[in-house]
């Protein structure tokens, strides 16, 4: 059987290329901690490879026979939410299958039916007590998923395990490692009476928080190698740059992108063929239009105030640069969900999520748009743009305050409409590359137009920026011809230019906001578009 990148679950080392999951992290300062019989937390957003991760850890602990490494998964307790009973025992009936599992005996499931009478307050600990002075080696505990666990539960579960801490290593765990999409600090606990605490205050015995990071450069390449060295088919050189910016090294969306180009594409299959990089373009906009699991994920994130509060002056380009700008909880939030990435200023994490969010956003806009995108497309197959940008005026000024009430983000809403027009046009025929974010004041949009079904054939390329007014008409067209000219140049070998301002000064009518022209600007032709 021939093996492949992995998408889904834990990484299966006979069925799947990998990057050793001991080397992902710091192994050194994780012994350390657990040699000074410490308590921590390793947290990193969903499907970057807790799990992997930690399974790793734990067979490498086994295999050096000092310690009793268990490694359980408390998801199944979310179900029974503020059940504290419910939760408790679930979790300890997980936890007595898989120490079962790792010392080969039953006393473990032994231990767990004498703790049944037990309150649900010392349930769990207890029984970990227990375990801990019938075992002959110290425990080390890997609890994953900690924070689906919600409520009255989670604090239960929290203080039950920092009750036994002073006993460690021979009658409570040497060491407990709590994995979650987030750290336990930033945990804001909403008991049954509405109460709110922090997670900080329930387990306030943790020693140190680890972040699992994505993947490296040189990981991603060696990840691919792997393949070639498998197969024999070669990716270009040129597709890594691209996987890089897609993905900057996310690790499902690294292994989406190679599973979808070297299984999914079935001509692919052939692995005479050569990756080039237009089979990577064509790959990803296959995994955004499926709306992977992944994606969805991310999506329904978009909904919740508290990433709308951080996404939406992100997507809106608002010149605030300032992290105060944001509530430090919610930064912290979107952060951690790997949405975002904190440099100056912060950005969405990479160019896929950066496709994803604002077409998603405008997903049940395009499915409402009545357009036939043949009507735009000159007797070579290439887009005629101006013809579409005359046509969005219209649509523009009959349609603009209704559609854009109907967004979630609606400061952001003008730029979005239009790339809700862009995209019924383009779907299925070529791609919309994105540049926007924080401080930047615009949104730059480079389309791709493939003028035939063949790999490497003649590609139309149009850079069109998009500004919001916010000073002088005078000074917007100055400004703006500048950064398209900038963009059209980083670009290279584009086919034209198109600066569109959005004027949304109140009392101002329709036949001043609604015009064009065309400018020059260092010897290229630039069309302006008033909306």
Not at 110 to 121: F, L, W
Not at 218 to 238: M, N, P, R, S, W
């Amino acid at each position: 059987m021939e093996r492949f990148f992995n998408t889904a679950g834990p990484i299966k080392k006979d069925l799947h290329y990998y990057i050793d999951p001991l080397k992902r992290f710091d192994l050194e300062e994780v012994l350390l901690l657990i040699g000074q019989q410490k308590y921590f937390v390793m947290h990193a957003p969903r499907q970057t490879g807790k799990t992997s991760c930690m399974l790793a850890l734990r067979d490498y602990l086994n295999e050096r026979d000092e310690y009793i490494a268990v490694y359980a998964n408390v998801e199944g307790g979310q179900a029974s939410r503020n059940d504290v009973q419910s939760v408790v025992k679930s979790t300890v009936d997980t936890l007595a299958e898989q120490f079962r599992g790792v010392v080969g005996n039953d006393v473990p499931l032994q231990i767990r039916d004498e703790v049944q009478q037990v309150g649900k307050d010392s349930m769990l600990a207890t029984y970990l007590r227990r375990l801990s002075e019938s075992l002959p080696k110290p425990i080390i505990l890997v609890v994953d998923e900690i924070d689906a666990l919600v409520g009255d539960s989670l604090v239960s579960i929290l203080r039950q395990i920092r009750s036994g801490y002073a006993d460690r290593p021979h009658s409570f765990p040497q060491s407990i490692i709590l994995c979650g999409v987030r750290d336990v600090r930033d945990y804001r606990i909403v008991l049954s009476n509405q109460d709110i605490i922090t997670g900080g205050s329930a387990f306030n015995i943790k020693a140190r928080s680890l972040h699992l990071g994505n993947f490296t450069k040189e990981e991603i390449h060696a990840l691919y190698l792997e393949h070639t060295k498998a197969t024999g088919q070669v990716f270009d050189e040129a597709c890594f740059p691209m996987i890089w910016e897609a993905t900057e090294g996310q690790p499902w969306l690294v292994n989406a992108l190679g599973y979808e180009v070297t299984m999914e594409m079935r001509e692919n299959r052939d692995r005479s063929v050569r990756i080039i990089p237009e089979m990577i373009y064509r790959a990803q906009e296959r995994i955004i239009y499926r709306r992977e699991t992944h994606i969805d994920i991310l999506i329904d994130k978009l909904k919740e105030d508290r990433v709308r509060r951080v996404i939406g002056p992100i997507l809106a380009n608002e010149t605030e640069v300032d992290d105060a700008l944001f509530p430090q909880d919610d930064m912290q939030y979107v952060i951690d969900m790997g949405l975002i990435t904190r440099d100056k200023p912060i950005r969405i994490a990479n160019g896929i999520y950066r496709e994803i969010i604002p077409r998603e956003l405008t997903w049940t806009t395009q499915e409402s748009l009545i357009q036939q995108s043949a009507w735009y497309m000159n007797p070579d197959n290439s887009i005629n743009m101006e013809k579409l940008l005359l046509d969005f005026q219209q649509f523009f000024r009959q349609n603009a305050d209704a559609w854009i009430e109907k967004f979630d983000y609606k400061e952001s809403g003008p730029q979005l409409l239009l790339q809700a027009f862009l995209q019924r046009v383009v779907n299925g025929g070529g791609y919309i590359d994105r540049e926007y974010g924080l401080g930047r004041g615009r949104t730059d949009l480079l389309i791709r137009k493939p003028l035939t079904e063949q790999y490497g054939g003649p590609i139309q390329r149009i850079v069109l920026e998009l500004k919001i007014k916010r000073y002088s008409m005078e000074k917007t067209i100055e400004d703006g011809l500048k950064q398209t000219w900038e963009y059209m140049d980083k670009v290279g070998s584009v086919d034209e230019g198109h600066f569109i301002i959005f004027d949304r000064t109140p009392g101002k009518s329709w036949e001043e906001k609604i015009w064009q022209e065309g400018r020059e600007y260092n010897g290229r032709k630039i069309m302006v578009w008033g909306m």
